[in-house]
């Protein structure tokens, strides 16, 4: 059996389960941030910064920037690799899909935790 080393979990049935997890994940987050707008009248930077400085909403942040990260990763890798042929060619769009999405990863933690 050929292991291939770019893809993000073991096998093809951890990677759509990770991919099933990150997306319930996002859903919920998505859900939890609509229903926080719809029910915060008047809006501003105060009460949009004391919700951010809640350690529990900086997890749940953290866990949905991870779960992007790991969603996208699985469905470009997938992508890459039923389209793109040539073993350059998908190395170098790996190559930068892994650079993009680690820059995201360390952006989102010094925005959640930053100075």
Do not use: E, P
């Not at 859900?31 to 951010?52: C, E, H, N, P, R």
């Amino acid at each position: 059996m050929v292991t291939n080393v770019t893809n993000f979990g073991r096998s093809g049935v951890s990677d759509w389960l990770l991919q099933r997890f990150s997306a319930v994940v996002l859903a919920l987050y998505s859900v939890f941030i609509v229903g926080y707008f719809l029910t915060t009248s008047d809006l501003d930077y105060a009460q949009w910064s004391a919700f951010f400085q809640q350690t529990w909403v900086r997890i749940f942040t953290f866990l949905a920037i991870l779960s992007i990260a790991a969603h996208a990763w699985i469905g470009l890798w997938t992508i890459s690799t039923d389209y793109l042929k040539a073993a350059g060619i998908r190395f170098v769009f790996q190559a930068v899909c892994n650079l993009a999405l680690f820059t995201y990863v360390v952006w989102g933690v010094q925005v959640l935790w930053g100075a």
